[in-house]
């Protein structure tokens, strides 16, 4: 079965670090590009980022409102990615998927791991 | 703000047909291909349309998808109740390099 799932999330106080991860399995992590997407309480998706593959060159991309402060790694000889966040404010919390795209468009999602920013 | 547009709510009666809009710009929709997702609190979103108009294995005719010029559309006919959900438009931004989210749609189906 192709599936991805998140874990790591949890409360941590404004300023703080986070990480999550990404495990995913029952196709090819590596060839894949993955992306990270939130939603934070009664509001919309917004993408994080992604990180592409080795073919291209682990490239990251980020959206303006994480860049400087969230870094997407990942471990191919373990199947997973990661998401490093720096400097947690309280806007960042959220729960947090890891998706990416098996045969259409971001047709595979975890069913997300929560983060709390709160002192 | 969201750099795709969509209404915050519709609501239709069951067995009716609903549209979303999406309107974007020149630099999204206008030069890539839009996705629609459903979402339902607490679940994984589910991709719905995906290249503008295509449905992924699984997904029933019910839904479908058009793009025109700066903006996407996404159609549902005979509604059901379980089709209450939250809908989103994405699509990649150039002049961001960055994919993009609708502000969301919440479908009330009553």
């Known amino acids: 079965e192709v599936q991805v799932v998140e874990s790591g999330g949890g409360l941590v106080q404004p300023g703080g670090s986070l990480k999550l991860s990404c495990a995913a399995s029952?196709?090819?992590?590596?060839?894949?590009?993955m992306h990270w997407v939130r939603q934070a309480s009664g509001k919309g998706l917004e993408w994080v980022g992604r990180v592409r593959s080795k073919a291209n060159s682990y490239a990251t991309t980020y959206a303006a409102s994480v860049k400087g402060r969230f870094t997407i790694s990942r471990d191919d000889s373990k199947n997973t990615t990661l998401l490093q966040m720096n400097g947690l404010k309280t806007e960042d919390a959220a729960v947090y998927y890891c998706?990416?795209?098996?045969?259409?468009?971001?047709?595979?999602w975890g069913k997300g791991t929560t983060v709390t920013v709160s002192s | 703000q969201s750099v795709l547009t969509q209404p915050p709510s519709l609501s239709a009666a069951p067995g009716q047909k609903v549209t979303i809009s999406c309107s974007g710009g020149s630099s999204n929709i206008a030069i890539d291909y839009v996705s629609w997702y459903q979402h339902l609190p607490g679940t994984a979103p589910k991709l719905l349309i995906y290249e503008n108009n295509k449905r992924p294995s699984g997904i029933p005719d019910r839904f479908s998808g058009s793009k025109s010029g700066t903006s996407a559309t996404l159609g549902i006919t005979g509604l059901q109740t379980g089709d209450e959900a939250d809908y989103y438009c994405e699509t990649w931004d150039s002049s961001l390099s960055a994919v993009v989210f609708g502000g969301g749609t919440k479908l009330t189906v009553l």
């Open positions: 998706t990416f795209t098996y045969y259409y468009n971001l047709d595979v």
């Open positions: 029952g196709f090819s992590f590596s060839g894949s590009a």
